[in-house]
């Protein structure tokens, strides 16, 4: 399997999967993405569920408090950074408690969560899982929102362990939900914009080492806290020592 001379590939998951499944090997998917490609799984995730999703996290109560690992609920949190008065980071995140069932929101979340960790494990050969067991770390589930009026993650990059492959489902439609404003990511084949590709249920699979950023959506128009931008879905692997993370 190839990228072209841009370092994207795009392949097309199969329909009669209840999984995330291509047609290519997860083995050679992942040999790809290490190699520093860019990989776009589309129609990985049904457009429905994560519109339904979506509207769940618009209208959901829930508290906004600073970034801890305290993770009884879900939470969010808001980033309004500015260098020499340009926005750097404007964003939401959302941690989503998938395991508590009393949680409503994290009930919601669960089941695209779940599916784009089975994905995950099978892309890395990793066994982890939202409650980490005494010799493994836990995913932590998240959901990103970048408003209409610049919202925006400026370039930044991960350790490669323990996530080594970034994972970020879209959840909004391009043309629909949002004109403009995307991931790219700085490649060994040069900067990759998926913005193009990227659509709604589709998967984007990358190094998770290699610096990305999300470009700004919308920026002309006014900024609002509506939950009208551009919304995305990812796990990741929490990144403090074991023990420490077991021990929560």
């Known amino acids: 399997m190839d990228g072209n001379a841009g370092g994207l590939i795009l392949l097309d998951a199969l329909k009669r999967s209840s999984s995330i499944e291509t047609g290519i090997s997860t083995s050679e998917v992942a040999a790809a993405v290490m190699t520093g490609a860019v990989v776009i799984v589309k129609g990985a995730v049904e457009p429905d569920q994560l519109r ?13 408090r600073e970034p801890d690992f305290h993770d009884a609920e879900s939470w969010r949190s808001r980033r309004e950074d500015c260098v020499d008065g340009e926005p750097l ?20 979340a669960r089941s695209t969560a779940e599916r784009l960790a089975t994905y995950w494990r ?17 995913l932590r589930p998240w959901a990103m929102y970048y408003p209409k009026g610049g919202g925006c993650f400026g370039w930044h990059s991960h350790k490669l362990e323990p996530t080594r492959i970034g994972i970020i489902l879209s959840m909004s439609e391009r043309g629909g939900d949002f004109r403009c404003g995307g991931t790219e990511v700085k490649t060994p084949f040069g900067i990759v914009d998926v913005t193009p590709h990227h659509d709604i249920g589709d998967v ?23 939950g009208t931008g551009r919304w995305t879905f990812l796990i990741q692997c929490d ?10």
Do not use: M
């Open 89 to 108: 980071n404007l964003l939401e995140n959302t941690f989503l408690a998938v395991e508590r069932t009393e949680d409503e929101l994290g009930r919601a």
């Open 52 to 64: 339904k999703l979506r509207c769940e996290l618009v209208r959901a109560n829930i508290p906004y």
């Open 204 to 226: 984007c699979l990358f190094r998770y080492d290699l610096q990305h950023r999300v470009a700004p959506v919308e920026p002309d128009r006014e900024l609002r806290w509506d």
């Open 239 to 248: 990144p403090r020592p074991i023990d420490s993370a077991a021990a929560r």
């Open 122 to 138: 099978s892309l890395t050969g990793c066994e982890h899982a939202f409650v980490p067991r005494a010799d493994r770390r836990a």
